[in-house]
């Protein structure tokens, strides 16, 4: 099985930051897209930022000039740097990767648990 474990939200005060990780393990053979998403209280789950296995990354606009989304993909894991927190990023924060098991298997989305990261003002 393959499993995804975020790590590092927490609470701080707006202006702050904080980092975001995410790890993939179990029967891996390659993962493709990974992206970062957040569910804030009665709303929807929104991307806040993708990566392509080559490295090409894609913000929403409300996070574009502070967050920078990273990976390691020979460690299957991937980052969030996320500075000058405000208050709307709170939220619960989740990674998942379009992940090939083997060399057969056909591209699947897993997702981790998430973590939560809550923004005070």
């Known amino acids: 099985q393959v499993q995804l474990v975020e790590s590092g939200g927490g609470l701080v005060q707006a202006g702050g930051s904080l980092n975001l990780s995410c790890t993939a393990s179990g029967t891996i053979f390659r993962i493709n897209a990974m992206a970062w998403y957040r569910q804030a209280p009665g709303q929807q789950r929104e991307l806040v930022a993708d990566i392509s296995i080559s490295g090409d990354t894609n913000y929403a606009y409300s996070v574009k000039g502070r967050f920078t989304i990273s990976r390691d993909s020979a460690k299957n894991t991937m980052s969030l740097q996320m500075n000058r927190l405000k208050p709307e990023d709170t939220a619960v924060y989740y990674c998942?990767?379009?992940?090939?098991?083997?060399?057969?298997?056909?591209?699947?989305?897993?997702w981790g648990q998430g973590t939560q990261v809550t923004v005070s003002s």
């Open positions: 998942n990767g379009d992940i090939r098991r083997t060399l057969w298997s056909p591209l699947t989305i897993f």
